[in-house]
């Protein structure tokens, strides 16, 4: 078994003299391993209820999975019930019989993965997750990213872990640690509906000094590199038409009226599932994989299209979803990366990328961006490399300013 790394020690003494913890490790750090020797010095454990994205507890060809991670540090030396996060919200019947074995277990261990997954303390599976929560002593929630950006998850975390972390509820998270605007639109007189924005955060200080005991945190170092390269591609005659043409029918007034100037995700979508297949993409990876291992190499497909058509003419390569493969995931025997179809998310990004850059890995990580001849593959770009939210970006954009942009 390969040696204890310093950050996975350093994760385990910080959070071995508690009963809850977070791992706010990145992605590749080994997060994992560190779960499990803390669930495995916890005496007395009958039951652990390990939840997850159901795309890292299902095992496919070539693809490592979390049950393949615990089993190969040794496993648990307690009964294991692996459960899909998903599958709480979607199934009455796994959530009640996972209920069922939590309650009667005498002493039971939660695990929850990808623990961002945790946030919208109104949905269903974060409702039910607290009610989980409530049954153990013991929780260990891991995340691949550190402390989200967004603050506002962290209640819905720390809650999860124990109420007496923050020992508020949401609404008082929000007065004390957000700043915040609240919107209201009306619609011929009528009232239409309220929404808040966050516009900013305050006293961190403070809400880090209410966690800190309970979070750990780890960037991930390796001396291998990663190499970023774009191959730029043309447009069809046909995709170039259909393109030009959502464009004008999206931005025309009557649209732009009837929707209520809220069409920027259904625009941007199907202007880019108009040439997600354009035939130039294919050409363009089969010459790369005359220079690299079609075999060591992911592609990254948003579209059920496009990724359908490259799992049929690049059968060798595996190749994903962003959003429900682009975390997880220990792919480390792989070292390229290909984005077939760009992405605005991000955090989606920054996690596809950690498939391969990730403990473990001895080989330089390259990847290659598809950027194709049209004004929206920029803006994607654009909007990547500063970090921006698509709809923060097109808010205050006039009818002209989308025209000249897209």
């Not at 796994?94 to 993965?113: G, K, M, Q, S, T």
Request: net charge neutral; aromatic share 12%.
């Amino acid at each position: 078994m390969e040696n204890f790394l310093q950050d996975q020690i350093a994760a385990r003494d910080h959070l071995r003299d508690w009963k809850v913890g977070a791992l706010f490790m990145e992605a590749g750090t080994g997060k994992t391993r560190v779960a499990c020797e803390l669930v495995n010095e916890t005496p007395d454990i009958d039951l652990v209820a390990w939840i997850g994205p159901l795309n890292t507890i299902r095992t496919r060809d070539g693809v490592s999975s979390v049950i393949d991670e615990v089993n190969k540090w040794g496993g648990l030396r307690a009964p294991v019930i692996y459960t899909g996060i998903e599958s709480l919200s979607a199934s009455d019947r796994i959530y009640l019989e996972l209920r069922e074995r939590v309650v009667n277990a005498r002493n039971p261990f939660i695990v929850v993965d990808e623990s961002l997954k945790i946030k919208n303390a109104n949905a269903k599976r974060t409702r039910r997750l607290l009610d989980l929560g409530q049954m153990a002593r013991f929780k260990l929630i891991l995340n691949g990213t550190p402390l989200s950006k967004n603050l506002l998850d962290l209640w819905s975390q720390m809650e999860f872990l124990s109420p007496r972390i923050l020992n508020m509820d949401m609404r008082a998270f929000m007065n004390t640690f957000c700043r915040y605007t609240t919107v209201t639109k009306y619609f011929g007189g009528h009232r239409a509906y309220t929404k808040e924005f966050i516009t900013g955060y305050e006293n961190i200080d403070y809400l880090y000094s209410l966690i800190r005991h309970y979070v750990y945190e780890c960037d991930l170092h390796l001396q291998v590199k990663q190499y970023y390269s774009t191959i730029y591609y043309s447009l069809g005659e046909e995709e170039r038409n259909e393109y030009y043409y959502l464009k004008e029918k999206y931005l025309d007034d009557k649209t732009l009226l009837w929707k209520n100037n809220n069409i920027f995700l259904e625009m941007t979508q199907k202007m880019q599932h108009s040439y997600c297949c354009t035939e130039e993409k294919f050409k363009k990876i089969e010459r790369l994989f005359q220079e690299i291992d079609e075999t060591r190499t992911i592609i990254f497909c948003k579209y059920i299209d496009s990724r359908n058509e490259c799992e049929r003419r690049f059968p060798k390569a595996t190749v994903l979803s962003y959003q429900k493969e682009s975390m997880g995931l220990n792919l480390q025997h792989l070292c390229n990366t290909i984005y077939f179809d760009k992405n605005w998310d991000y955090a989606l990004r920054v996690q596809s990328g950690r498939r391969t850059f990730r403990t473990g890995q001895e080989q330089d990580c390259r990847y290659w961006d598809l950027t194709g001849d049209v004004g929206l593959e920029n803006l994607i770009d654009e909007n990547i490399n500063k970090k921006i939210d698509m709809v923060e970006y097109f808010k205050g954009k006039t009818k002209e300013d989308l025209k000249r942009i897209i």
